[in-house]
């Protein structure tokens, strides 16, 4: 499996972005998925994640309410919804895949395959 993001760029304070994960093979629909950022001098740390049927997600308390989480599984596609974004939200994210149900979301060795990473960065 291969995932591609995109979908990153340069925004104002109070700006919105929408990142995409598109994954290859044919058992997208059946994965676990999460989103993770790492910021310069920071530690990666998961932001949002969905499990595979969609009826699990977890999101970072400092994203609840901007940022949501969806997937189209007929277009082997995850999203990222980021509104209202802040400086803070500066960072390369990734997309992430786990072929089972992480027993921590938030442990990136928990996913098996990962996303390149696209940058978005918030200008105040």
């Known amino acids: 499996v291969q995932l591609q993001a995109s979908g990153g760029g340069l925004v104002q304070a109070g700006g919105s972005l929408r990142l995409s994960c598109a994954a290859s093979?044919?058992?997208?629909?059946?994965?676990?998925m999460g989103w993770f950022r790492q910021a310069p001098g920071k530690e990666r740390e998961l932001i949002v994640a969905?499990?595979?049927?969609?009826?699990?997600?977890y999101y970072l308390d400092s994203v609840k309410g901007r940022f949501t989480i969806s997937r189209d599984n007929a277009k082997n596609t995850v999203y990222l919804q980021m509104n209202s974004l802040k400086p803070e939200d500066t960072a390369v994210y990734y997309c992430?895949?786990?072929?089972?149900?992480?027993?921590?979301?938030?442990?990136?060795?928990?996913?098996?395959?990962w996303g390149q990473g696209t940058q978005v960065t918030v200008s105040s």
């Open positions: 992430a895949a786990a072929r089972s149900r992480p027993t921590d979301w938030s442990k990136g060795y928990e996913y098996d395959y």
């Open positions: 969905m499990s595979w049927s969609g009826g699990i997600t």
């Open positions: 093979g044919r058992t997208f629909s059946s994965y676990h």
